[in-house]
């Protein structure tokens, strides 16, 4: 190390190695220590204020009080709050009501779905597409019809289609004739359908009627599927020849909605039935 600086006027800390290697003093920039000693205050106020510091079996808890399950509970409240205000609002509104009003109906969906997952799901499909036995709700083919009054009926009160066994009342070929006038979405081109009867339910045109339930056999799209290897004609056959719903012919095939009107409350059934009119095939 040189006695004498060699370097006038330089900002060298006056440590020179091998002749000219200094050590500089240049300090980092103002911007720069603000910020670290910003930083360091920060940290002290944090634990200060924030469970922080590892001293003994816990770490300090600050003198905010502040823990992870309290700021959670508050959210958990706040939620709750603005569910409250919606739900003040859907009490004295009519599903049609709630429907109309697409914030509401935003959020009854929203809320709806656990009810439809819990209560319909089992049976019609956790997206309402139906299965074997169960009608499809998210098309725009109704049994029961599919305006918003329909479908809460349907819920409340449940819906049971009866149609009768024609097993002993038509000959096989008519049978025969009939269903094949059916799988060919054409039903009154067999006279059959008007002379033996089907139109007095299914109506004049064979599109079914709401109040009865009644299947539209002209659309292609069936209530009761083929199972099995069966063929879409051996179960329209089936149909004809067992009915539905019909307590005198034990092979008679079973379509039963029960009624929801004393298992759920007037709120929840408005709001399912604005979930499955939601599902797009409402009318
Ligand atoms: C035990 C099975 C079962 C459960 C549970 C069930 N359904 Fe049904 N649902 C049916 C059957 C079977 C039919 C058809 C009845 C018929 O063909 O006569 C039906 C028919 C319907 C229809 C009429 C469809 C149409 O085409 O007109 C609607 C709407 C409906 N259900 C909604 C619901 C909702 C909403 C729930 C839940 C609250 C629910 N269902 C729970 C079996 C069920
Ligand atoms: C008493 C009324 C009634 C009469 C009469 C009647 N049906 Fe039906 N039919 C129904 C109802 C109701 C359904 C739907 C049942 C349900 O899903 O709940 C139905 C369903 C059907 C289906 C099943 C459709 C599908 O989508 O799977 C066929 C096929 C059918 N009927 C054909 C006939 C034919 C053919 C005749 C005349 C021989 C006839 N029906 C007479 C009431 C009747």
Redesign the pocket.
Known sequence: MADKNPFPGENNTGHIWDDNIRELNNPPPRWWMIAFWASIIWFIGYGVLYPMYPIGQEPTKGIMGWTQIKEYQEGVAEVEAVRAEYETQLKGMSAKEILADPGLADYTVASAKVLFGDNCAPCHGGGGQGGPGY?VLADDDW?FGGTIENIEQTISMG??????A?GK??SEA??DS??KA?VDGK?MSDP??TN???????GMDGK?MAV??????TDG?????PEGDQTLLE??KY??RH???DATDPKS?E?VMPAFGDRLSQDDIKKLAVYVHKFGGGQ
Do not use: D
């Open positions: 009608p049994l819906r049971k289609g009866i149609m009768t024609h009342i038509l008519e049978i009939l269903s059916i039903p059959n359908f033996k009867g089907c139109i007095a339910c299914h079914g009865l339930g009644s299947a539209n056999l799209i069936y209530r009761f599927v179960s329209v149909t004809i009915g539905v719903n095939r379509a």
